[in-house]
């Protein structure tokens, strides 16, 4: 697996980040409140 670092927020699943967030354990936050703090 190769790694690439980015700034761009244009290849973000939010459903991925969702996920990460209730594995992490970091909350279960939805998909759309993620967008919203990710994207401000």
């Known amino acids: 697996m190769s790694l690439?670092?980015?700034d761009s927020q244009d290849?973000?699943?939010r459903h991925?980040?969702?996920n990460l967030y209730r594995l992490a354990?970091?909350?279960d936050k939805s998909?759309?409140?993620l967008q919203t703090?990710?994207?401000i």
Do not use: M
Request: glycine letters at 6%; proline letters at 6%; zero cysteines.
């Open 4 to 6: 690439e670092w980015s």
């Open 11 to 13: 290849t973000i699943n």
């Open 16 to 18: 991925e980040l969702q």
């Open 25 to 27: 354990p970091l909350g």
């Open 31 to 33: 998909a759309e409140l």
């Open 37 to 39: 703090v990710f994207t």
